[in-house]
């Protein structure tokens, strides 16, 4: 079991460029997480998807934000444009049953 | 008012004493509520999880929830340095599968 995959690890950017995060979950588990952490707000849930469906997108900041999932076995987080605000830690974390929730080792995102 | 929260901390013991941990939390109809540790720089990893009143035991690792003071804690039994970390406490709320995180505590445990 890889576990939950996620890339890039790291990536610097440009304010008003396009940033793209992804993410592989476990095979078989049917929630996809996408949560932003910051010294100053922690871990906020962005969106979560249930069986490739988007369920609850409240925690997404604004438009510039938006979520994907065109398969079970793939999700992407994109922000377009980027701003120096949105330098954070982004995890992606899936889950099946048992409410065990498996994080990734997340993206770290510094925009300058 | 947050709707998980936690002392910033750092809570600072020495080792092989008992590190102790609280939690409250805003939405009465919670059932489910777990404990992450995070490393400096890592993800969140699972210790525990508890979901009735009352205590649960996992090697040095106690839970302790009562939901009538929506009050969750969690005790660390002779701390090691290896148990430097933050922890998080999360809930799952009335809405349904939604993980909500607490800002966290952070324990330093000194040799």
């Known amino acids: 079991d890889a576990g939950v995959i996620q890339s890039p690890r790291h990536e610097v950017t440009e304010m008003g460029q396009e940033v793209t995060l992804r993410c592989k979950p476990i095979?078989?588990?049917?929630?996809l997480f996408w949560y932003r952490q910051t010294m100053m707000r922690g871990l906020e849930l962005l969106i979560y998807?249930?069986?490739?469906?988007?369920?609850?997108d409240s925690g997404m900041p604004e438009d510039r934000f938006s979520a994907k999932m065109p398969n079970a076995s793939f999700s992407t987080l994109k922000i377009q444009p980027s701003e120096p605000r949105d330098s954070a830690v982004y995890f992606c974390?899936?889950?099946?049953?048992?409410?065990?929730?498996?994080f990734g080792s997340g993206t770290r995102l510094t925009v300058v | 008012q947050k709707e998980v929260e936690q002392n910033s901390g750092p809570l600072s013991v020495p080792e092989g004493a008992i590190a102790s941990l609280n939690c409250t939390y805003s939405?009465?109809?919670?059932?489910?509520f777990f404990w992450y540790r995070q490393y400096s720089g890592k993800s969140p990893e699972l210790i525990m999880s508890i979901y009735s009143n009352g205590d649960k035991e996992d090697g040095r690792f106690t839970a302790q929830l009562n939901k009538a003071s929506q009050y969750v804690s969690l005790l660390i039994r002779d701390s090691q340095p290896s148990d430097s970390a933050t922890y998080l406490c999360a809930v799952i709320g009335t809405a349904g599968n939604k993980l909500t995180f607490g800002g966290g505590t952070r324990v330093l445990v000194k040799p």
């Open positions: 998807f249930n069986n490739n469906v988007p369920i609850d």
């Open positions: 095979s078989g588990h049917d929630y």
């Open positions: 939405d009465r109809g919670s059932q489910s």
């Open positions: 974390a899936s889950r099946h049953g048992q409410l065990r929730y498996t």
